[in-house]
């Protein structure tokens, strides 16, 4: 059923050499690649389409505005989501964070309490610092063990009346942690907070169920999804939606404007102001076409023997550790070999055509926590192959004999 090679076949970047050798492209963690589907999709919009949308009575309009309002249907269907109008196209994951943190700032008061979980991304971290500095809130901390598990007794402990929102990831991007949204959802609605979960992680691995989870907010960024990068989603509940305030004004935002007074469209154009990233929206909704037709759980399994094979072949390598070893992880490896610099593996992976992350992967409290500059970072996706893991491992092997 699984078909590698096939696959492979429809990610044209996957042929091509990095010096001098076949590119080994294991940083999906921070960016996927992109299928022909999906880039003949981006061609098309351009040769065919290209008009602005909502506005027009043009034939051109009308199309490229149906064709962006069927990706936010494929959104919707694709999440479980009950409204089409509460999905909301953003450029990313930064951007709907932002949006919904701006937008508490009228409904916090001094005192309240939001809890951040210890594996953030900064993303995660510093829009809540923002808030917490206009409105006089206070940020606490969920800690987390050596493994990169979330302490959830602790959890418990921070709970109280005052906690207003809890938000964490689903999937650490630097740990590959999966996280028990579901049990933190539900532990923060009976203390009467809302939950919002960064999916950007999770998004390449598990296709969440909204409605199911009761999540208020879901947010993802379309380039984790094969999609392209300056476009994403940010879901949230109809009622908190209409509670929060827009968070740029604009065209498209309105209902009508006089000097005197504006007042604002109905969701989701309240919160997309300005002409958006319409080839984007429609090329995200490709995207999750395209996985979505190789079906979540085949890439899950598949993803997780890469991750159990990687494990093992990297862990008989002397010296080397591995950041993030919780029992429920996807396939994303953090690891160091002792008395080198990630930075310098990187570096020499990179000569041998491997593409991996090195540094501080926008979390640095877990680098802070595990007292460590930095990982190696090696993010395994649905179009790598054993072979490639064998190509990663004999690199590293060789950049260590190299360093040390
Ligand atoms: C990639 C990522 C982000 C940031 O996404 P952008 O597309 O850069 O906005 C945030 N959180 C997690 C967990 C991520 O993996």
Known sequence: ?????????????????????????????????????????????????????????????????????????????????????????????????????????????????????????????????????????????????ENGELLMAKFDGLLSHKTKLVFCNHVSNALGTINPIQEIIQKAHAVGAAVLIDGAQASPHIKADVQELDVDFYIISAHKVCGPTGVGMLYGKESWLKKLPPYQGGGEMIAEVTFEETTYADLPHKFEAGTPNICGGIAFGAALDYMNAIGFDAIASYENELLDYATQELLKIQGLKIYGTAANKTSVISFNIQGIHPYDIGTILDKLGIAVRTGHHCAQPIMDFYKIPGTVRASFSFYNTKEEVDVLVEGVNRAKAMLL
């Open 1 to 145: 059923m699984f078909n590698v090679s096939k696959i492979r076949a429809d990610f044209p970047i996957l042929n091509r050499e990095v010096n001098g050798k076949p590119l080994v492209y294991l940083d999906n963690a921070a960016t996927s690649q992109t299928p022909k589907q999906v880039i003949d999709v981006i061609v098309d919009y351009y040769q065919r389409l290209n008009a602005n949308i909502h506005r027009g009575v043009h034939t051109l309009s009308q199309e490229a505005t149906d064709a962006y309002e069927q990706a936010r249907l494929k959104i919707q269907a694709h999440f479980n989501i009950a409204k089409s109008h509460e999905v909301i196209f953003t450029s990313g994951t930064t951007h709907s964070i932002n949006l919904v943190a701006n937008g508490f700032t009228s409904l916090l008061n001094k005192g309240d309490e939001l809890l951040v979980s210890a594996m953030e991304h900064h993303s995660n971290i510093v829009p809540w610092q923002m808030l917490c500095e206009r409105t006089g809130a206070v940020l606490k901390v969920i800690p987390m063990n």
